[in-house]
């Protein structure tokens, strides 16, 4: 499987609620960045963290990192209708290089 | 600014044909990024520049793709020949400092259509 999985695939959630998506990657990383895409659309950069961070906060958004795990996750909180798309963690492996692995993301829907 | 800018929003072309995809990157940024996504594959990183020097190509999937960067405002990729399986959507990105460590900014995307 490749780096940076996320889970689950799909998430539909009234709006209001919590959405929680998960990334497990496999190797050591510089840094993990969290993206959204909207349908037909770029995608859009939400958060990055740090290896040596394990929380980050942007509004609504709380991103954690735990490194011994290899794993983050995204919490959007209150989430609204807009909020609706697809959701990509990237990671950037330790490996002296530079190619940026995305995950195969969630797909988000909240309903009004 | 007015973010990165790619054209053709939209191409449809037949098996065979020549295939250039052009890319403006913001003002400023030196690095560039060339993804294709699909729904079988996700989202795959083609090529990346930085200052207008090739990094890494290493997900080029074949000969037929090439990828120039003749300044800093301006890329091109290009497929020659076309096949139904290039159909995806090609998104180019740019960045500050070395891009791998900096969020990137993405383009609308090019959707390719290869009868």
């Known amino acids: 499987s490749q780096q940076g999985e996320e889970d689950p695939q799909a998430l539909s959630i009234q709006e209001g609620e919590n959405a929680t998506m998960n990334c497990s990657y496999k190797?050591?990383?510089?840094?993990l960045q969290w993206y959204r895409q909207n349908s037909g659309r770029g995608l859009v950069h939400l958060i990055l963290?740090?290896?040596?961070?394990r929380e980050k906060h942007s509004g609504r958004l709380r991103v954690t990192l735990d490194t011994s795990k290899k794993s983050s996750s995204l919490l959007i909180t209150a989430s609204r209708a807009a909020d609706t798309a697809s959701y990509f963690c990237a990671t950037v492996p330790n490996t002296g290089g530079f190619k940026t692995i995305f995950g195969a993301g969630t797909r988000l829907f909240v309903k009004a | 600014d007015a973010g990165v800018i790619q054209s053709p929003r939209h191409e449809v072309t037949e098996m065979g044909q020549e295939v250039t995809l052009r890319c403006k990157p913001i003002?400023?940024?030196?690095?560039l990024f060339w993804y294709r996504q699909t729904m079988m594959r996700g989202l795959e990183l083609l090529i990346y520049?930085?200052?207008?020097?090739?990094?890494?190509d290493s997900g080029m999937p074949e000969d037929r793709f090439s990828a120039k960067m003749p300044n800093a405002s301006f890329s091109t990729l290009k497929i020659q020949p076309s096949e139904p399986r290039d159909s995806a959507v090609y998104f180019c990105a740019s960045s500050t400092g070395t891009g791998t460590y900096n969020e990137q900014f993405f383009g609308p995307g090019t959707r390719l259509t290869v009868l």
């Open positions: 003002s400023g940024h030196n690095s």
């Open positions: 963290i740090r290896s040596n961070e």
């Open positions: 190797t050591s990383i510089n840094n």
């Open positions: 520049f930085n200052n207008n020097v090739p990094i890494d």
